[in-house]
Each structure stands twice: as structure tokens, then as C-alpha cells.
């Protein structure tokens, strides 16, 4: 099985198109994640959404709005609500999950391998074949 991030940017159309991507492929949904991250005594917020493979593909694609959002748990975002609303629409949750800032990793790439271990290693998504 192979795991990849697809990263969209950071703003509020990203989160509307992530939004409408779990609207519209419902039938494939796996799991969404809420990332939060700490940078400078700051946290932030990731969107994450797995699909399930189509057909007798083995790609399983996970869809990310990367720490652009702002997290306050005492103000929650505009862009938060969006996510958790469509996810309520199709009668699913987002696991939050702490993890390190990207800009902790030297470069982006090993930090989505260090997210697909967590993710693999916690039984959220399925292990390597």
C-alpha cells in the first residue's frame, strides 16, 4: 500500500477544497486527522483526510491543509469549524493528534515519512505490503 501526502496550501479555499473532497468521496473515507504543532510557543493547526484506495489501486492518497491555521483552543478557527462540519456531514470525526513542526525536520518530505509511521504505527492507516 502506498501512503502519500497531497498537500494543498493554507488559506480558506484549500480547506473548502478539502471540505468538498470528504463531501464528495464519502464511500472512500479512511480517517481525518487534526494536527496540531507547536512553533515559537505558537500552535498550529494541519487538516489531514486518508481515502481508501479506488478500485485495485494499492495508492491510498492523504489530502493535508499544512499549518496554516492558527490553534486556540479557546477561539477555535473559522477554517476548523469548515473541516469538523464536513465531516459531521458524513457522520465522521477528526482524531486530534501533537506532533513536531515540519520545521523541525530538515526537509518536508522526512516529515511526512515521520507522519506516515505514527499514523501506520497507531493502526490509522494500513501497514506497508
Known amino acids: 500500500m ?6 494543498l496550501g493554507q488559506g ?8 468538498e473532497l470528504i ?16 512553533k515559537d510557543d505558537k500552535k498550529f493547526a ?6 481508501k484506495p479506488v478500485g485495485e489501486s494499492k495508492f491510498m492518497p492523504i489530502y493535508i491543509c499544512r499549518e496554516g491555521i ?5 477561539k477555535p478557527s473559522k477554517r476548523i ?22 520545521s523541525f ?3 518536508k ?4 515519512n515521520h507522519l506516515v509511521g505514527i499514523l501506520r504505527m497507531n493502526h490509522f492507516i494500513p501497514p506497508m505490503q
Open 23 to 38: 463531501e464528495t468521496n464519502e464511500k472512500r473515507f479512511h480517517n481525518a486527522f487534526l494536527i496540531i504543532s507547536n
Open 109 to 112: 518530505e522526512l516529515f511526512y
Open 12 to 19: 480558506y479555499g484549500d480547506v473548502y477544497e478539502l471540505c
Open 105 to 107: 525536520y530538515s526537509e
Open 2 to 7: 502506498i501512503q502519500q501526502f497531497i498537500e
Open 81 to 102: 469549524e469548515l473541516f469538523e462540519q464536513a465531516l459531521e456531514r458524513i457522520g465522521k470525526k477528526a482524531i486530534p493528534m501533537d506532533v513536531k513542526h515540519s
Open 70 to 74: 492558527p490553534y486556540d483552543t479557546d
Open 46 to 51: 494541519s487538516l489531514a483526510v486518508v481515502f
